[in-house]
């Protein structure tokens, strides 16, 4: 069964530029979760989203933004980069709702760096 | 405001040994918790978890435990095994969305 499945793994953009990440969850799940990850914060939640329906949001600008297509998958968008967004940004997912005793099967992430 | 702490940055211990791995939280709306690991260029991979009307919950080597009260968990592993040495993640749960601390580094030294 494949896991989840990040692209790309390593993008260089500069500041200013916008960029999109794509996520393409376990087959079957319709939860799909996105975090970010650096050094000082550990993982940080930024959105989930459930049958296309984004449910809760992180403390992230509005320049941090999702949407979650049909099939499940899920890209997220990052508009206006600064250097502060150089970090690893992982995508989870989940059969159904994130709750209970759910787990979350991340994938490897895209290690996004702003110059 | 962390609402998920992991005091400890980093942790050793000898192959064969307990190692046990702690977690503080403040958010009393959490329902359930979860541990995950994490080793270099991956993504965390789950654990285990423990639902906060449980105690305990057990899975081969590793074993979670939750004090309501101190508001307070841990993850035991017994026993160790170098290829146990990773990141450890904790992590709070509660409307559709995980709180995650940010880690403790576990070296289990041969």
């Known amino acids: 069964k494949a896991g989840v499945t990040q692209t790309p793994r390593y993008l260089i953009k500069t500041r200013g530029q916008q960029v999109t990440l794509s996520c393409s969850p376990i087959?079957?799940?319709?939860?799909v979760s996105w975090y970010q990850q650096t050094p000082g914060q550990g993982l940080q939640f930024l959105f989930e989203?459930?049958?296309?329906?984004?449910?809760n949001k992180g403390n992230f600008p509005g320049r941090f933004s999702g949407r979650q297509f049909s099939n499940s998958r899920s890209e997220m968008n990052v508009s206006t980069l600064e250097l502060g967004d150089s970090a690893l940004y992982l995508c989870?997912?989940?059969?159904?709702?994130?709750?209970?005793?759910?787990?979350?099967?991340f994938g490897d992430g895209t290690r996004l760096s702003i110059l | 405001d962390q609402q998920v702490k992991q005091n400890s940055p980093s942790l050793s211990v000898q192959e064969g040994r307990i190692s046990i791995l702690n977690c503080d939280y403040t958010?009393?709306?959490?329902?359930?918790f979860l541990w995950y690991k994490k080793y270099p260029a991956e993504g965390p991979t789950f654990l285990i978890s423990?639902?906060?009307?449980?105690d305990k919950n057990e899975d081969g080597r590793f074993t979670v435990f939750l004090n309501k009260s101190a508001k307070h968990l841990s993850l035991h592993i017994v026993p160790s095994q170098p290829g146990d040495s990773a990141v450890y993640f904790c992590?709070?749960?509660?409307?559709?969305?995980?709180?995650f601390g940010k880690g403790t580094l576990l070296t289990v030294n041969p």
């Open positions: 992590a709070g749960g509660s409307n559709y969305k995980l709180t």
């Open positions: 989203y459930f049958s296309e329906t984004q449910r």
């Open positions: 989870a997912s989940s059969f159904g709702p994130t709750g209970g005793n759910q787990p979350q099967h």
């Open positions: 423990i639902s906060s009307i449980k």
């Open positions: 958010n009393s709306m959490f329902d359930y």
């Open positions: 087959s079957g799940h319709r939860s």
